[in-house]
């Protein structure tokens, strides 16, 4: 039986959290400390734990099948290879910072300066789009360190918090790109092996699905009910119940996350009562 050849980060930001997506999608994974492969026992995926780095280039040479990894990535390492995914987690930037004493007002301040950075690929793009020379100093690892030992004049890194920056006394001024974890496909994958990527995809968009939803339960007079319809942004139609009290009924429906509140005080200024939101393990559409 064929397997599916997954890559993830074998430690840093994103390897909790997509060992959590796939014990989320109902695949149980046995990896020990220090494992650097293993294999799912009831779904026919085998997990290689790599650096973070290599994962591009085992995705064109086609070692594994697929990979989760931040886009930021591909932008640097693999332009060619598609994303089937986007993972809504481990967002981050990549963007240009300058000491907090670096009078800055516009990119063609950087003419002609010294830029420490891990993306030298994506650095040279941006300063070529910009029309703007720099001297690029290519480093891995703590280029955050390099202006204050007199290496560079700025450095472009991954952002956060922004709180290492901080630490180091320096500040944002550019944003390159904005990157979030990806679910990337290698360009040779197999048939039999893309038919199992499609149903692990279904799974993770289930999941995903289910992040951005909560599940919602109010009671409202029924002559409300044709009112609230309007507000509720739901999958087909409501799910009317009638209550033990005549002339009310109990309302169920889904709504996404990031208008939750402005949905809540709709419902509320249209007579909803007793509002209960749960979260949702799974949505299959």
């Known amino acids: 039986m064929s397997t599916l050849k997954i890559a993830i980060q074998k430690s840093g930001r994103l390897n909790e959290d997509s060992i959590q997506i796939l014990k989320d999608c109902g695949i149980s994974i046995n990896n020990g400390n220090d494992q650097l492969k293993a294999e799912a026992t009831n779904f026919p995926l085998e ?22 990894l931040g886009d930021n990535l591909l932008v640097e390492k693999g332009q060619n290879i598609q994303v089937v995914e986007k993972l809504g987690f481990s967002k981050c930037k990549v963007s240009v910072a300058v000491p907090k004493t670096f009078q800055y007002n516009s990119i063609q301040d950087l003419e002609g300066l010294r830029i420490a950075t891990s993306y030298p690929n994506t650095v040279l793009n941006y300063f070529k789009s910009k029309n703007v020379t720099v001297e690029l100093h290519q480093i891995s690892g703590s280029v955050e ?31 390159i790109l904005k990157s979030e974890a990806v679910l990337a496909v290698s ?9 199992i990527l499609d149903k692990l ?16 339960l109010m ?51 249209a007579g909803a009562e007793g509002i209960l939101v749960c979260p949702i393990e799974k949505m299959v559409l």
């Open 145 to 175: 360190i390099a202006p204050n030992i007199g290496l560079s004049d700025a450095i472009v890194d991954i952002v956060s918090s922004g709180s290492t920056l901080f630490k180091n006394n320096l500040k944002e001024v550019e944003v």
């Open 201 to 216: 995809l279904f799974r993770i968009q289930s999941v995903l699905k289910a992040r951005k939803s909560k599940y919602i």
């Open 219 to 269: 009671n409202i007079p029924n002559n409300k009910i044709e009112e609230i319809s309007k507000i509720l942004p739901v999958l087909k139609s409501l799910t009317v119940m009638p209550l033990a009290e005549e002339g009310w009924s109990s309302v169920h429906s889904v709504i996404e996350e990031e208008t939750f509140w402005d949905v809540i005080d709709k419902l509320k200024n």
């Open 187 to 195: 360009p040779s994958i197999s048939n039999e092996n893309q038919i």
């Open 47 to 68: 997990v290689l734990f790599l650096r973070n780095s290599d994962i591009p280039q085992y995705l064109i040479d086609g070692v594994v099948d697929v990979a989760i």
